[in-house]
């Protein structure tokens, strides 16, 4: 058994988007800690199994690593808020921290937000829809929302504040693969976000199941007290 296997259970029990965990935190959930060299250099936090094999122990929790050295931390941040941000890279050196966690802090604000817009109107998403569980885990990922239709379907349904990435699409699908192998026969599945360039359009009617819906932002205003 990997000296790691206990650090995927422990960022797969945590519901938050972003997880921080200080090294010596991570000391404890990893078997005999960690080693020196995850305290010093960025190569080692690398979110690439080719190179890191250890890396596998928190993708497969959904969620990518990155180092924070001078305060003695890691910022664990899934999949779908690292897509939003353009500042994401493998690799973030100290000049760049705050300004990447700042900029991802803003995305998840947004889909928190988008988040709870569709739980309290799942009828407008689609007349019928029950919910089931938000930030649900799997073995393949964390999902934004489980629903279940007026025929009592499984529907997958993925947020992404601002327009969905290709790889929106290669998300989605492992997770509605994953589903139609636990269940035994295939989900749905709803991708949620500003807008779909054309490819991923393209790549979406390859998948049977796999619905695109496009939200708005409306924004009120009113005279303030003075």
Known sequence: MSRYVQLTQHLLSNPNAQFILSFDELDKVVLGGLPASARQYHAWWANNTASQPHAKYWLDAGLRATPNFKNGFVVFTNDAALETSEL????????????????????????RDLEDQIVS???????????????????VGRLDLLARDSEGRTVIIELKAGEAKDSSIGQIARYMGWYATKEGKPPRAMLVASGFAEPVRWAAKAIPGLKLVTYRVQFFFEEATV
């Open 88 to 111: 994401a890279v493998s690799v973030v050196d100290e000049s760049t921290q705050q300004e990447l966690t700042e900029y991802v802090e803003s995305s998840l604000s947004l889909e």
């Open 121 to 139: 109107h799942l009828d407008v998403l689609e007349p019928g829809l029950t919910l089931v569980s938000r930030q649900e885990s799997s073995d």
